[in-house]
């Protein structure tokens, strides 16, 4: 792990990204690259703009709050630590650019849009999860508040045979490496509780192999709200870091979840490594 892409907006939230990441690239001896992306309001601008007006609005301005977002950069900064790059755009929408800049990065760092207040129309809806299905990159989803610990310590996996959730486990591997602690949650399906058994001991037998030893909790049968039980597993447990697939995928501009991930993403009380 030794690119970090984080995503900025002018959210508060953006401080507790800023520093989860920062915390990240000093134990991995990362590189963190901040982008300023958001969709411009239409209300600060002339009825008939261009791109190029745009541009210089960014940058003589300050569209939608990117001096809130680059001061927590310079913030970020003055503390020491990894180099961080900042990049903005003005001419593409947040989730081309972050799917863009995601093809050079090993690990994004993303918040949850705001459902309410200033920054609501910043961002479109499900922007995270679209943003992970688009890429193909695992995303370190973070909440807009949380402890000031480094997460990472009491992690959780919810895992099934998936190739989503092989791939979340894949990116979380140099997390999972340094956890004090690592759960295995894993539900049996009526029809295949033979295949879950086999795929739980191969999937110890992985981890092992790369210096973890997890602990694995056997849950039973699915719940019908399987979201619902991972979070109460993950509280339980005192958890700081969830690892689970993103599934879904896009049917023209709508973004359809499975239900573990609607649930999750919509919550997120704690920071949860996805991938698709």
Excluded at 153 to 178: D, G, H, M, N, Y
Excluded at 185 to 213: C, I, K, M, N, Y
């Amino acid at each position: 792990m030794r690119s970090l892409l984080v995503h900025l907006d002018a959210s508060p939230a953006c401080a507790v990204r800023l520093r989860v990441a920062r915390q990240l690239a000093v134990r991995h001896r990362a590189r963190v690259n901040a982008l300023f992306a958001v969709t411009v309001g239409s209300a600060e601008l002339p009825s008939s703009f261009s791109a190029n007006v745009l541009a210089d609005a960014a940058r003589f301005g300050d569209i939608d709050g990117r001096r809130h977002a680059r001061a927590a950069v310079d913030k970020m900064v003055s503390l020491g630590g990894p180099p961080v790059h900042w990049s903005e755009t003005t001419t593409e929408s947040p989730l081309a650019a972050l799917t863009h800049q995601a093809l050079f990065a090993d690990l994004l760092v993303l918040g949850k849009r705001a459902t309410s207040g200033d920054h609501t129309e910043q961002l479109p809806a499900n922007f995270a999860e679209t943003v992970v299905v688009h890429s193909g990159k695992p995303a370190l989803v973070v909440p807009d508040e949380m402890a000031t610990g480094e997460p990472g310590q009491r992690i959780v996996i919810a895992w099934k045979p998936s190739r989503e959730s092989a791939r979340a486990v894949a990116a979380a591997l140099p997390l999972l490496q340094a956890a004090a602690e690592v759960h295995v949650l894993q539900w049996d399906e009526p029809h295949d509780r033979r295949e879950r058994a086999a795929s739980a001991f191969t999937l110890d037998t992985l981890l092992q192999a790369h210096g973890v030893t997890p602990q694995l909790h056997a849950l039973g049968r699915a719940p019908s709200r399987i979201g619902e039980a991972i979070l109460a597993q993950t509280h339980a447990l005192c958890a700081d870091l969830l690892v689970m697939g993103c599934y879904g995928h896009s049917r023209a501009r709508e973004l359809v979840l499975g239900g573990a991930s609607r649930s999750v993403l919509k919550q997120v009380p704690l920071p949860v490594l996805v991938a698709h």
